[in-house]
Every structure is written in C-alpha cells, then in structure tokens.
C-alpha cells in the first residue's frame, strides 16, 4: 500500500502528511472501499428481512474500520528487514495453533475452528492467523534460489499441504478454498510448467465429487443453491 525507503526516513526522520499520502496505492485503497462498502451493503440488506442479524452490519463496520487502521499501521513498516527472519517461526506457530483447535476447539456451524482464550478473552480462528504466516513462509521458499526445480515445488506444495489438511479436519471448506489459489500462485511464480499445473487441475477435478460427498448437508444446500438460483430467488418471492 505504501512504499517505504529507508533512506528518506533517516533523512526526515519521521512521516510527514504529505509524504504519506503521496505513498498511499490509492488504486488499491478504492478497491478495499468498495468491497467493504458492498459487503456491509449486502449485510444491511439481509438485515431488512430478518430482524435477528439487524444490527450485524454496524459490528462489521467496527471490523472493518479497525482491520483498515491495522493495514495501514503495517503498511508503514519496512518489512523487508525482518520477513525473512520471521516467516518460518510464524508459520510454525500458526500450524502449531492449528493442531491445539482439532484437540481443544470450540465447535461453531459445524466446524470445529475457533479457540477459547483464558480470561475472558475473545476466542480466535488459528485459521485466519494461518493466512499471512501461510502466505509469508510460501513468499520466503518461493524466492529462495536455492530451492529450484522440482525439490522447491514440492517443498512449497507440501508447506501449503500442512496447513489446508489440518483446516480439511476442522472442516472449514470457505477458508481452504482461499489457501489453495495462494499454493498455486507461488507456484506459478515459481515457474511450474503447464503441463503440472494441468494435472492438478484434472485432479482436482476427478477429486471433486469425492469432496462433495463427503462435505456436511448444509455445504451441500448451499452448493445447490449457488446453481440453482434463479429458482432459490423464486421461491423465496413467492414466499414473502
């Protein structure tokens, strides 16, 4: 979002508003407005008709606007000093949190996905904490030039494999389906042939009704509903 030099920082010594602002992607930041305006749009909207989820729009806002001074506070520092060091140990701790849920989680809408904290605390989703250190760690071997041919693409697919198999148990099917095109796209940026990248997608094809068949009832509906939907919209007019 914001480039950073190191230079300039010693020079000034702080971040003037007019240095900052003219750092900002302001491409990237519209295109975060505007998911997040549709997002809470559609919330509200669900809102209208069912009086029990009313008020979730405003909770997401209050997300929404403190996961963006999060983004910004990050985006002001120079990761470029310490990802490296750091990408393997957070990967660690991620699957590490990973394993603790599947023995110790708390079961919400049929997955087994979030932690209970002492104190009183707010529960967490080792999951989501799994997708920067996921995306870091796969960065980190993927730019390393050492790790070239195959034994580098195996290395990554196996480090993305860990993860997505442990969330597999949970199960929790939405977030895995945001790790696998990460894989792939460290992949691709490594360099992986068509043909490799052909096979698993024919794979993952031949694989998918195995993977329908064994998912909960609910996941299903949804699946039908997706591909049925004008049908869904009728029904739900001739209803109300």
Sequence with gaps: MISSNPHSRRRRGRFPLSGLLGRCDWLLLAAMGCLLAFSLLYIRCVGLKNPHV???????????????G?????????????WRQLAGGFYAVSVMLLVLVLWFGTT?????S?????????????????????ILFLSMLGSNSRLS??????????AGALPIGLILLQPDWGTVLVFLPTVAVILFLRGISW?????????????????????????KDRIKTFLNLSEEVERTEANS
Excluded: C, T
């Excluded at 999060?70 to 310490?82: E, I, K, P, Q, T």
């Excluded at 919400?108 to 087994?112: F, P, R, T």
């Excluded at 009704?209 to 064994?214: A, I, K, M, N, R």
């Design 54 to 68: 009313q008020s979730y729009w405003i909770r997401q806002a209050v997300f929404a606007g403190i996961g963006l």
């Design 70 to 82: 999060v983004f910004v506070a990050a985006s002001l520092v120079d990761y470029r000093r310490w």
């Design 108 to 112: 919400i809408n049929s997955a087994k």
């Design 114 to 134: 979030w932690l209970a904290l002492p104190g009183g605390l707010p529960a967490i989703q080792p999951a989501e904490l799994a997708k920067p250190a996921v």
């Design 149 to 158: 041919g195959w034994k580098g693409h195996a290395l990554v697919l196996a």
């Design 195 to 219: 043909k490799a990248v052909g096979v698993v997608v024919l794979m993952g094809i031949a694989a998918a009704p195995l993977l329908y068949e064994s998912m909960p009832e609910y996941r």
